[in-house]
């Protein structure tokens, strides 16, 4: 069911590929895990670079609110992603009795893990890039080759965690939970920013 290396090449293959072509993909009809994982990671990778947009210098102020809410919205479909990640997992899990619910609990579920394995192979794909530029000052490619050493080594880190992780549950030594990340910010009943202003608005 999960195979990390198997996550970290799609996310590779998906990362080359969205770079040199105008695609997307959608959301899984049937449930397919790697599937849900390829939509997870373009939402990484919409938020990567609607991120950059909002760095773009001379922006105007309307510009840059706009950017905000994209960022706002994806990073919350994002978020929604990975727990669903989580879902489909502990769903076939349930199905084999799994996980053992007296084994030892990991503080890390395998969504916020390839989450983070999503956002390191954009890291990776960008640091390479600077890396191999020709029109760069002295010193630049070595830094980024340096640099790209550093993220290959936490992406094999983790990689091999949740490896580690999987089959531990399967196992019955571990286990997991779904972790709901509950944002705030984009609930107007819970962002004080948003109610306050609406109570003002209609106080008048």
Known sequence: M????????????????????????DEPSRGDWLEWVAVQHRANFELWHIEDEARTPGASDAELAAVK??????????NDLAEELDRTLLAWLAAKGLPNPDAELHSESPGLMIDRLSILS??????????????????????????LAILEE????????????WCATLNS???????????????????????????KEQGR
């Open 2 to 25: 999960l195979t990390a290396i198997e996550i970290v090449h799609l996310h590779d293959h998906l990362s080359a590929r969205w770079h040199t072509e105008a695609s997307s993909v």
């Open 69 to 78: 809410r994209r960022v706002d919205a994806t990073n919350q479909r994002r």
């Open 122 to 147: 954009l890291k990776i794909y960008h640091t390479r890039e600077e890396a191999e530029r020709t029109d760069a000052p002295e010193g630049h490619a070595e830094r980024n080759r340096e640099r």
């Open 173 to 199: 030594a571990r286990r997991f939970r779904l972790y709901r990340q509950l944002k705030m910010y984009n609930d107007p009943s819970l962002n004080p920013a948003v109610y306050r202003k609406l109570v």
């Open 154 to 165: 936490q992406r094999g880190d983790l990689r091999d965690c949740l490896d580690a992780l």
